[in-house]
């Protein structure tokens, strides 16, 4: 399963892996709108729960327009992670060009009380060549 993500990042006992997917049917070249879905699996590998707290997305179009987005949770959750477990989630990027990428992120407390980062690894987003 894990071949499945082509990108992956380890900030301590938690591991964070993204698979990417441009998705066609829900962009709009002609006006100027790609659309991409992106698959993230978080894996605790450490030896106490973890709470994912908030997330801090950097999205950066072709254009170098960056767009930062923080918030509560993941699609409207703050998963427990238990050790040796998962959360997996999608969600998903529209930009106003045909690539461009994202890194960031999340805001997580172990059971004892400390907060810290993890990073999510950086990943593009590239739409297909379109033959004229």
Known sequence: MKALFSHALTTGP????VSV???PEQSEPQRGRWFW???VRIENEGDQPVQL????????DARGARHSVEGEGVVGEQPVIQPGASYDYVSGCPLATTSGAMQGSYRMVG???V?????IPHFALIAPAVET
Do not use: E, K, P
């Open 21 to 23: 997917s441009y998705l």
């Open 115 to 119: 907060t810290f980062d993890v990073a």
């Open 53 to 60: 707290l908030t997330r801090r997305w950097i999205i950066t």
């Open 111 to 113: 059971a004892d009380g």
């Open 37 to 39: 879905a992106y698959h």
């Open 14 to 17: 938690v591991t964070v892996r």
